[in-house]
């Protein structure tokens, strides 16, 4: 199932509010839309809360792109259309809270960027088992632009003791 992209696009999907599954089913349709073909997605895995408590946990999935043409504000701009029509209304309030949907831009190739609006790669990727999980089953060897080691590696000195489970459908 892993790919070897030398230019990946890679997104993080998240939800844990709502019809968790049937949420990320139209994420997934509305990525494939803007991308104009099927991506690669991980499994689906299911993790507590991040950062903060919730009544659900986490429904989340990686995806991957090839490449993405445009500039990386647009497509920021392109995935909170995706989140607001998927219900999500962002808080002005600090901090976590949940959510329908959240997608994070994991990576843009090896590209490092840095904006008031956006940062890429993640500054948490290696952080967050969440992440780190579906990532290794998509891109094990892609090596991290900043932190210059593998998915594997970062999951492999990951301190996050969350425990992860895969949705089996």
């Known amino acids: 199932m892993t790919q070897d992209y030398n230019s990946p696009v890679v997104i993080l999907l998240g939800s844990n509010l709502g019809n968790r599954e049937q949420i990320l089913e ?3 349709q ?3 839309e803007l991308f104009g073909y099927h991506l690669l997605y991980s499994r689906i895995c299911i993790t507590p809360p991040w950062g903060f408590s919730a009544d659900q946990d986490f429904f989340n999935q ?3 792109a090839e490449t993405w043409g445009d500039v990386p504000e647009k497509l920021l701009d392109a995935l909170l ?24 831009i994991l990576y843009m190739g090896s590209q490092i ?8 790669p993640h500054p948490r990727i290696a952080e967050r088992r969440f992440t ?22 970062l999951l492999e000195q990951c301190a996050d ?9």
């Open 132 to 153: 780190l999980e579906p990532l290794c089953e998509l891109l094990p060897h892609f090596k991290h632009p900043v932190h210059g080691v593998s998915n594997t590696t």
């Open 30 to 32: 509305s990525l494939d």
């Open 62 to 64: 990686v995806a991957v």
């Open 161 to 169: 003791p969350s425990q992860i489970t895969w949705n089996v459908d």
């Open 81 to 104: 259309r995706i989140e607001e029509n998927a219900g999500r209304h962002r808080s002005s309030s600090v901090g976590y809270s949940s959510r329908t949907l959240d997608l994070d």
């Open 113 to 120: 960027i840095h904006t008031p609006r956006l940062r890429v």
């Open 26 to 28: 139209e994420a997934r």
